[in-house]
Nanobody
């Protein structure tokens, strides 16, 4: 069964750090692109970062230099290290899996809330 399970969300002060984790079932981790999206209240979901099996990484301009995405293919784990957090980073963060040739994610996790207080 396909599963993406996020953890690590919570309340953090502006300027602080938070590390999100995503455990994926082996059936979907494999050769696929993994990544993180987020959705703030009243806004559309937006791409935060993606990483291919080979380690090619893309970041949204808003998080470049502050967030770091990584994956462990042997453990089927994905992480998002978030530093220098800002109130504007407050959102529900979703782990995603996407086949390399697709333009939208195939699977989504349930989401984890990150709240950054000023």
């Amino acid at each position: 069964q396909v599963q993406l399970v996020e953890s690590g969300g919570g309340l953090v002060q502006a300027g602080g750090s938070r590390r999100l984790s995503c455990a994926a079932s082996r059936s979907i981790f494999g050769d696929n692109v993994m990544g993180w999206y987020r959705q703030a209240p009243g806004k559309q979901r937006e791409l935060v970062a993606t990483i291919t099996k080979g380690g090619e990484i893309k970041y949204a301009d808003s998080v470049k230099g502050r967030f770091t995405i990584s994956r462990d293919n042997a453990k089927n784990m994905l992480w998002l290290q978030m530093d220098s957090l800002e109130p504007g980073d407050t959102a529900v963060y979703y782990c995603i899996q996407q086949r390399p040739w697709q333009v939208v994610p195939d699977y989504w996790g349930q989401g984890t809330q990150v709240t950054v207080s000023s």
